[in-house]
């Protein structure tokens, strides 16, 4: 007999399964995104041109993702022809996975350097129809333990002409193919950017059918969030969940973002609305996570760029500071489109992604990196200003004592003639007079160019005073 349990699980009607790889590039010149963008057209992935078919995203920025768009761009995307056919393939017996296939791949690439390549789980069927024979727990455990297949005891791999290979690896051996360069990825499993990534992004959205035990904000986070049919997040957190329509779900989080809805749904919601969350709402995550990324990257290369000498790498520094002023100027939309429920789920992810506070935070470092670049100036300016006057000093006390030397060759030349003259009359004493005379100048100029004061009288005065305590 079927536990209570199982028949509280609600079915699966239909649903998607997307995952998402974060990852950057690095490249040292503005042309480099332009050169990538080549690379990418010439090496077979297939340009996406439209991306949103009901255009309800504003023009400027469908034009600044169009190849041939107006303007500075965005970014690009493609889709990624995959070679051969990939199956799943799990050791775990009755493993909801027995006819999945990875369906489709993509690929988009920001001018910041951020980039994101996804791909879909699907069945022989097209859409995901495995899910609709099975309870949300399989499909929870599917969602789960795909996306962090390199630590499963039972781990999900892809089958490729027969050799198994886990999703992770084959993704980034893909992506190094198609890109020809090294990429870094946000979530590496060694925290050094170079390995495969610990983790996938979510981006899912199903539609479920029966009695449920638990709210549907909170099956709507696990499916975002990757938690299986067991792991119940807390309230606080379920709670922080976007509706738009009745008996509908929108869940955001730094795991991914999921939409679901359930039999009180309207029938719009449950169809129509499923097309729209894929192709227009996926492009909106994807906006919002290239913010929350380039938050990331120009956060790391901010503190790698931090000197205490200003002029150390300033070309460097400057271009960075302009990349920033430039990605700030772009990528802070106030809205997305003129549809309302649009626009608050943007609002809504850009609050749960906490882009808005790390870009407080980034504006904050970059004054402060300014502010430490032009007090570093001025200081070193401030040791230059001392060093010239100092210069400027000694030229002048040089100065002075060169006019002393030759008053006293002067005065030596005078008094020699008047030796020559009277050195048999009684004009020694005139002589000598004026030698104490000479011999005082440069005993005074001596003081003052050591940096000493002049001598003071004080005998007579002292022995006044000596003789008033006396009496």
Known sequence: MPSTQTLSQPQVKGGLLRYIIPFWLEWSEREGFAQCVRKLDESGPIPIEEFEPWHHLYEYILDCLRPDGGGAPLGRAWTCP??????????????????????????????????????????????????????????????????????????????????????????????????????????????????????LLHFADAVI????????????CQLARGFGYKSIPAREVCTRSFTAFEGTCIHVGREGCAYMANDSAPVFSKSDFLGRYERCYFWIYLLMLQQSYALKLFARRISESTSADPDADAEDTNRLLLEITGFLVR???ASVSDIDHINDFYRYGRAQLNIQEESRTLHDGLNAIT????????????????????????????????????????????????????????????????????AGIVFLAFRLFTGRGLPQMHFKHRRKTGRKQCR
Request: hydrophobic content about 45%.
């Open 82 to 199: 995959l070679p051969e056919r990939i199956s799943l393939h799990c050791d775990k017996p009755k493993a909801p996975i027995a006819s999945a296939f990875v369906e489709t791949a993509g690929l988009m690439l920001f001018t910041t350097g951020v980039g994101f390549f996804w791909f879909d789980i699907s069945d022989e069927g097209g859409r995901m129809k495995h899910l609709g024979a099975c309870q949300l727990s399989e499909a929870l455990w599917l969602q789960q333990h795909l996306s962090t297949a390199w630590n499963e005891r039972y781990p999900t791999s892809f089958l490729l002409g027969g050799e198994k290979l886990s999703p992770l690896l084959w993704a980034r051996n893909l992506l190094s193919s198609l890109l020809q360069q090294q990429v870094y990825f946000f979530d590496s499993k060694e925290l050094d950017g170079v390995s495969i990534p610990y983790r």
């Open 209 to 220: 059918s029966g009695p449920d035990d638990q709210p549907l904000s909170t099956r709507c």
């Open 331 to 333: 990528n802070e939309f």
């Open 371 to 438: 502010q430490l670049r032009n007090s570093t100036r001025q200081k070193q300016e401030d040791q230059r200003e001392k060093q010239a006057d100092d210069r400027l000093e000694w030229a002048l006390a040089l100065l002075a004592l060169l006019a002393v030397i030759s008053a006293v060759c002067d005065s030596v030349g005078l008094i020699t003639g008047i030796l020559d003259a009277s050195l048999r009359g009684g004009w020694w004493v005139a002589v000598g007079f004026m030698w104490l005379v000479v």
